[in-house]
């Protein structure tokens, strides 16, 4: 895989879109920031490579797309009539993309020496792992939730003055 024309984005040309990139070298290697795909990705050790779409996204796949002027690396979960609903593996939210926001698909992690390919078994692997988990994530996203409200009411209620 690596024998292909890749990219790093200091070789994007100035007024480049990573798309426009992409269709032309036929893939694009970079870092990540976030932990929206952990533990599939972990952004102090890997850099990925991601390849343009070829066909239509399935349920599972790791897929690059726009949003507004930022990309964004997350999983597709359903795949809808011209949408697709999508969130990252340690995300509790979807998002629904149209399918001409979709701008490539991810290929292979590099980590360390090692190149992983992203077969749909290893997709499978983390995608059945986040979907298991993501009850028990949205519980502890609520407890947070609720906690941050009552912390807030104490401070709140705290800083009353009461009069003798």
Known sequence: M???????????????????ALLESGMIVTGIRGVSMKPMLDMKTDRIIVAPLTGKPKRGDVVLYRRGESYVLHRV??????????????????????????????ASVLRGNDCIEITEQYSEKYFRAAETTLPFRRLK????????????????????????
């Open 2 to 20: 690596l024998n292909e024309t890749v990219l790093t984005p200091e070789e994007i040309s100035p007024g480049q879109t990573l798309e426009q």
């Open 77 to 106: 979960i359903e795949v809808l009539d011209g949408k697709y609903r999508i969130r990252g593996d340690n995300c509790t939210g979807d998002e629904l993309v149209g399918a001409d926001a979709l701008i490539g698909r991810l």
């Open 141 to 164: 996203a609520a407890a947070r939730r609720a906690a941050g409200r009552l912390i807030r009411k104490c401070r709140i209620g705290s800083g009353t003055k009461t009069e003798h």
